[in-house]
């Protein structure tokens, strides 16, 4: 993929000149910045999709651009891009980003570090004066986290085509606002310079982030060079039963949602029961109706999220869902509806390489790593060679508001991504 030429070009940036203008001091303050938007008790941030603070963000985020020279664009489901151009406006751009929204409690930094070492990368190379052929630009993918409208990835699976965007419209929050509205809402308040097309020639794909797990910090090494990801099911869970007086009806007639979907979570939790602890099985939503102390409950929604490395496993694990729960719900009916599908991924070798070589220019140690979260560059690796650089948080501690990140690692990964966009701008084919 790298081809002659592009090493050439290579050799015509100073190794580590864009990396080297890369300011610890600058990225931190814009995490700050950033988490100020949304911040909740205990250090943390609630900025769910197309919400007020998701607006912010974004804003936030076109000013700096913009205050830089940088020109901003955004497609239908509000994936927003940020430009630095390069010499043939005609080539496909090498992209880099993640996300800016955030987990109901999250942290500051899941997502949102994606997106501002990309911005420092572009500052970077800005303050080096680097001349690309291709242009750079960011992306801060729309509703990653899948928390206020299920699924996560959405933006990134609309515009690689692993979804419509008319399927995602009819979907609806806790609250029964539809994404449709929240999303022109959004797309109101954020004008951009430019309207871009789903699934744009890109020539390649890369996403920092936080690894979200304890590995690097206990090994003491800054840079995770990201293999592949894990493949994920997302389920909905729907137990049906009759409201009846909690005083009178006899327990023997009752048809009880909650007493059902607790049979289902636990003939799952068998079902899923892993020596190797390699199954990840999560019912994180727990909706119970009328949620009355004396009214048995009529209907009980849940969530299931289950991730798997191997795709055999996952698939038999997944198949057994809706006969596990049929078969313990009793009395009840229930309906089990696949939200989310996505099947195991292995990142392209050349942009692993990219990394590692990154890494290794700028005397940072790196080890290869799969992921256990899924992101929004298992999708663009569909499209376009993709990968992913992973930096410690401390003690792995993720989707939680005590998620945190040193900034002389966040610094780091940012100094190995613009040394690696350096590589992969100038060295890919059309
Ligand atoms: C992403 O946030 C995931 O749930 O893996
Ligand atoms: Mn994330
Ligand atoms: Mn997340």
Request: hydrophobic share 45%; proline share 6%; with cysteine.
């Amino acid at each position: 993929m790298i081809n002659e030429a592009g090493q050439a070009a290579r050799a015509n940036h100073l190794p580590g000149s864009a990396a080297d203008q890369v300011s610890q001091e600058r990225l931190w303050r814009r995490h700050m910045e950033m988490a100020a938007l949304g911040a909740i008790p205990g250090n943390g941030v609630c900025r769910q999709a197309f919400t007020e603070e998701d607006i912010a963000a974004r804003q936030l985020l076109i000013g700096w651009a913009r205050a830089r020279g940088f020109t901003s664009a955004q497609d239908a489901i509000g994936n927003l891009f940020i430009r630095r151009p390069g010499r043939d406006p005609a080539a496909a751009p090498v992209v880099t980003g993640s996300h800016l929204d955030s987990q109901p409690s999250g942290g500051r930094f899941d997502g949102a570090y994606g997106v501002l070492a990309g911005l420092e990368a572009l500052e970077a190379l800005e303050d080096a004066g680097a001349v690309t052929e291709r242009p750079i630009e960011v992306v801060a993918w729309t509703n990653e986290e899948g928390g206020r409208f299920a699924p996560g990835a959405m933006g990134s699976m609309v515009f690689t085509g692993s979804r419509a965007l008319t399927d995602c419209l009819a979907i609806t929050d806790g609250e029964g606002v539809r994404l449709e509205d929240a999303l022109a809402a959004t797309l109101e308040a954020t004008p951009v310079d430019e309207t871009r097309a789903f699934n744009f020639p890109i020539a390649a794909y890369i996403e920092a982030h936080i690894e979200q797990g304890p590995r690097l910090e206990a090994e003491g090494v800054p840079i995770g060079v990201v293999t592949g990801i894990q493949g994920s099911r997302w389920f909905e869970v729907e137990v049906l039963g009759e409201s009846a007086h909690a005083g009178a009806a006899p327990l023997k007639t009752r048809r009880d949602a909650l007493q059902g979907a607790l049979a289902a979570v636990q003939a799952l939790n068998q079902v899923m029961a892993d020596d190797n602890d390699i199954v990840r099985f999560t019912v994180g939503r727990f909706v119970v109706t009328p949620n009355s102390p004396n009214t048995v409950a009529e209907r009980v929604l849940f969530t299931v999220d289950l991730r798997h490395p191997e795709a055999e496993v996952l698939w038999r694990l997944a198949e057994a869902v809706g006969p596990t729960c049929e078969a313990a719900v009793g009395r009840c009916d229930v309906r089990v509806r696949k939200t989310f599908s996505r099947e195991p991924c292995l990142f392209d070798l050349d942009v692993q390489r990219a990394i590692s070589e990154s890494a290794r220019e700028l005397a940072l140690p790196a080890i290869q790593m799969p992921s256990g979260a899924f992101h929004d560059a298992q999708f663009l690796n569909d499209v376009c060679p993709s990968g992913m650089i992973f930096v410690p948080c401390e003690k792995g501690i993720s989707h939680n508001p005590a998620e945190n990140a040193s900034p002389e690692d966040l610094a780091a990964g940012a100094r190995v991504l613009a040394q690696t966009l350096i590589r992969l701008v100038d060295g890919i084919k059309a």
